[in-house]
């Protein structure tokens, strides 16, 4: 299993980034995808859920309170990538944003891209 995270950058407040995650060793589309955050000093918190399979509708996803109707999360089965799209950002936003797999017992990590906002 291989996850590897780009996208990253600065930004000012308000800016928009779009951070994708190229997977790979594993079947992509059977697995919900999962998206984390650290800032320095933090731990590591949860920010966003694609599920595995949608329906007419889309896929399902879900959001930590602290993103929700500023990040967007999507996925393409078809290129084994998730996306996160982050739109008015704020300085604390400010963390290394890793992708997640949980596959039979054990979660996969990438290594994360750097996301910094500030003026």
């Known amino acids: 299993v291989q996850l590897v995270e780009s996208g990253g950058g600065s930004v000012q407040p308000g800016g928009s980034l779009r951070l994708s995650c190229a997977a790979s060793?594993?079947?992509?589309?059977?697995?919900?995808m999962l998206w984390y955050r650290q800032a320095p000093g933090q731990e590591r918190e949860y920010v966003a859920t694609?599920?595995?399979?949608?329906?007419?509708?889309?896929?399902?996803?879900d959001y930590a309170d602290s993103v929700k109707a500023r990040f967007t999360v999507s996925r393409d089965n078809a290129k084994n990538t998730v996306y996160l799209q982050m739109n008015s950002l704020k300085p604390e936003d400010t963390a290394v944003y890793y992708c997640?797999?949980?596959?039979?017992?054990?979660?996969?990590w990438g290594k994360g891209t750097q996301v910094t906002v500030s003026s």
């Open positions: 997640k797999v949980y596959r039979r017992g054990v979660d996969y």
């Open positions: 060793g594993f079947a992509f589309s059977n697995y919900a």
């Open positions: 694609v599920s595995s399979a949608g329906d007419n509708n889309g896929f399902n996803v």
